[in-house]
């Protein structure tokens, strides 16, 4: 049986690697090239960085299309950039070299308590109906014999990485609601994407159990799910260095936009199976959508969430 936990349910341990060279790089956000045609942004002025976190090996196609209508709209060449891992992608935000991006919840949150100085627009759903959000789901083997989150005790655990607000802080939160120490009572495999941490766990042999967010998930018939917990919406975030024209244009562009407003333009790429499997429009979201996370950064008092 799948059981549900709330949506402030987490806990934000267990990474205090991300704060790592955070501080060598907590000037302003405006930090690009000299001259007055790279002032405010993070290369020049005809060109649009985009950033985002490796969640899996689709990455960049599945937001190539949001990319091209970027590029298209605003007449510049949009920059694909991602970063290595999380803590890197926070980083160059921190640092001003990113001029849009597309975050985890708690990337936000860390990357403006580390003097980031970027605004979210909005949040991507999926399916014609749905409000921004999605599933951390804890999943094992299709033919495993474990449950619920106790059996997860004594066994090799895949995560996505220290900071990811779906694969490991969500889960950390509820292991220890289910009375178990992640760092103590079983053994931590981090996948470093989410679609990595379900074949991990399909395959029983690296990890015997894990944790991925649901669009990865769904994609398996290898893994069930046991567990899962709605989390907030990643948001699409835009430098504030950035001209007061142009942020405006790409808050209007990507605030909210749908799949058929992106094809009638004429961008083409937007019209496959592959982006309508984790793209149907955007809906906005604010600085307060995500006071959940700073909440339940004040109640731990975890490492990582400090500026």
Not at 22 to 29: D, P
């Amino acid at each position: 049986m799948i059981t549900r936990t709330t949506t402030s349910a987490f806990a934000l341990l267990g990474a205090a690697a991300l704060a790592i060279g955070l501080s060598a790089c907590s000037g302003t956000a405006s930090a690009g090239e000299s001259g007055d045609d790279a002032a405010g942004f993070a290369v020049d002025a005809n060109t649009l960085v985009f950033g985002v976190v490796p969640d899996s090996v689709d990455t960049e196609t599945n937001y190539q299309p949001l990319m091209d209508y970027l590029a298209q709209e605003t007449g510049k060449t949009v920059e694909y950039h991602e970063s290595t891992d999380y803590a890197a992608l926070i980083e160059a935000a921190v640092a001003g070299k990113i001029d849009v991006a597309s975050f985890s919840g708690f990337t936000y949150v860390t990357a403006t308590n580390n003097g980031a100085e970027i605004t979210p627009i909005s949040s991507i759903v999926t399916a014609e109906g749905q409000e921004p959000g999605y599933y951390s789901q804890a999943i094992v083997p299709a033919g495993s014999d474990i449950t619920d989150l106790a059996g997860f005790a004594g066994k090799k655990v895949c995560f996505v990485d220290p900071s990811s607000t779906s694969g490991y802080l969500f889960p950390t939160y509820n292991l220890l609601e289910a009375g178990i120490d992640p760092e103590q009572d079983l053994t931590p495999v981090f996948a470093g994407k989410h679609d990595v941490s379900v074949t991990k766990v399909g395959e029983g042999v690296e990890c015997e159990a894990g944790f991925a967010e649901d669009s990865e998930v769904a994609k398996s018939d290898q893994v069930k799910v046991v567990a899962e917990t709605m989390v907030p919406g990643a948001p699409i975030v835009v430098s504030n260095s950035l001209p007061a024209e142009l942020k405006t244009q790409i808050t209007e562009l990507l605030g909210e936009v749908t799949i058929d407003d992106i094809i009638a333009s004429g961008v083409t790429s937007a019209d496959s199976d592959g982006f309508r499997s984790v793209f149907f429009e955007t809906k906005p979201v604010d600085d307060a959508y995500y006071d959940t996370i700073r909440d339940i950064c004040k109640k731990t008092d975890a490492e990582q969430c400090q500026g």
